[in-house]
């Protein structure tokens, strides 16, 4: 990752063409805001929609597809940025699907080769429709508008570890009117680093609780320092008791309103407001 801040002022019509190994910064221009947690079952899968639409991982199977034509209308067949937080297959397992089924502006990600058939395959498909494929990490930013979208995590030292959980690709979604935290999988040991490294920047409205509600994530020193009025459990069927417990009582102690897409199924939150497909 280099050192030197890029600033890439430009239409996203002509960002698409460009190959660009790193982003600091893109600059775009519209305003229109919502926020949906798509019911894709065990797995994460995000849509930003700010004029162009930022869709930050998708869920293990054609589930994102079904979810993302309920949200976008039907003449609506781009997307602009692809973010995976990480190579786990619940977070990028659908995505070949968008792909197949959407053009796409790029795709993000931390920059790490799983060896592992499904994620060669994903990769190979990029190359092939020469979708520009670009590695984020700590420090880069998305500026469209108002509205920022900073990388707090990974830095080289938790890329460089075996844990891929704590490789997630972390963002602080900023805006006029709200702001919202996507943490991937992350852990205890990245939740504690930016409870220290950015303690000004963590306190988010919105908090995509981290890994499914693991009891090895959303220790109470991080959902202290975030501080969400409103949490968001991407969850399905599952074998790991994802939500626990302790991640359930943590929040509920800390008074913060929790949805979980599998009870409320997919949320939008739209004008401080909050709509669940179930309701």
Do not use: C
Not at 9 to 38: A, C, E, G, P
Not at 48 to 77: A, H, N, W, Y
Not at 111 to 135: D, F, M, R, S, V
């Amino acid at each position: 990752m280099q050192n030197k801040k890029h600033i890439i002022t430009v239409t996203f019509l002509v960002l698409v063409t460009l190959d660009i190994i790193t982003w600091r910064q893109i600059l775009f221009s519209k305003n229109d805001l919502s926020l949906y947690f798509l019911n894709v079952g065990q797995g994460d899968g995000s849509l930003v929609d700010m004029g162009v639409q930022v869709l930050i991982d998708g869920g293990r199977d054609s589930k994102i597809l079904d979810e993302i034509k309920k949200v976008l209308p039907v003449t609506d067949r781009y997307i602009d940025l692809i973010v995976i937080t990480h190579p786990d297959f619940d977070h990028y397992g659908g995505i070949i699907n968008i792909l197949k089924n959407y053009k796409v502006g790029a795709v993000l990600t931390n920059g790490l080769n799983k060896e592992i058939k499904a994620w060669q395959t994903l990769l190979n498909y990029i190359e092939k429709e020469n979708i520009p494929l670009i590695t984020l990490a700590e420090g880069d930013k998305i500026k469209y508008g108002k509205n920022n979208l900073l990388i707090l995590s990974p830095n080289k030292k938790f890329l460089g570890r075996k844990e891929i959980n704590n490789t997630s690709i972390v963002i602080k979604f900023e805006s006029p009117k709200f702001g919202a935290l996507f943490t991937g999988d992350i852990g205890y040991d990245v939740e504690k680093y930016l409870v220290n490294k950015f303690p000004d920047i963590l306190k988010s409205d919105i908090l995509k609780v981290p890994h499914h509600g693991s009891k090895y994530s959303s220790s109470l020193e991080f959902l202290k320092m975030v501080n969400p009025g409103l949490a968001l459990i991407e969850v399905g069927k599952n074998s790991y008791g994802h939500p626990t417990k302790e991640v359930l009582n943590r929040l509920m102690a800390l008074g913060v309103d929790v949805f979980r897409t599998d009870e409320d199924g997919t949320i939008k939150i739209s004008n401080r407001r909050v709509f669940s497909s179930k309701n």
